[in-house]
């Protein structure tokens, strides 16, 4: 029992610094990270989108609207907010016999 309050504990407390460090480093993004790691693969995976968003057309997709939105998007608040999801999840795994 206090194992499972333990783990509970730290990840409540991991996922609020990532939150808070997240505030801190606003322009830590997912496209910041993937254009210092290779940014070739970058534009060729945008280029890959556009070659094939015909598929979307006919459900009124803007695909690169999307994309933009989640490169934009804090890798510490997605971690933050994954580790404040996790102890729901673990809690009612934890509690079974």
């Known amino acids: 029992m206090i194992v499972k309050k333990i783990i509970l504990l730290s990840f409540f407390l991991v996922g609020n610094f990532q939150i808070l460090l997240s505030l801190y480093y606003k322009n830590f993004s997912v496209g910041f990270l993937w254009y210092s790691i290779n ?11 556009e070659k094939y968003s015909y598929h979307f ?41």
């Not at 534009?43 to 890959?48: C, D, H, M, Y």
């Open 57 to 97: 057309d006919s459900y009124k997709i803007e695909i690169n609207k999307y994309l933009f939105y989640f490169l934009d998007v804090n890798l510490f608040f997605i971690t933050g907010v994954l580790f404040l999801l996790f102890p729901c999840f673990f809690s009612v795994e934890l509690s079974r016999p």
């Open 39 to 49: 940014p070739n693969s970058l534009v060729g995976f945008q280029s890959l989108l």
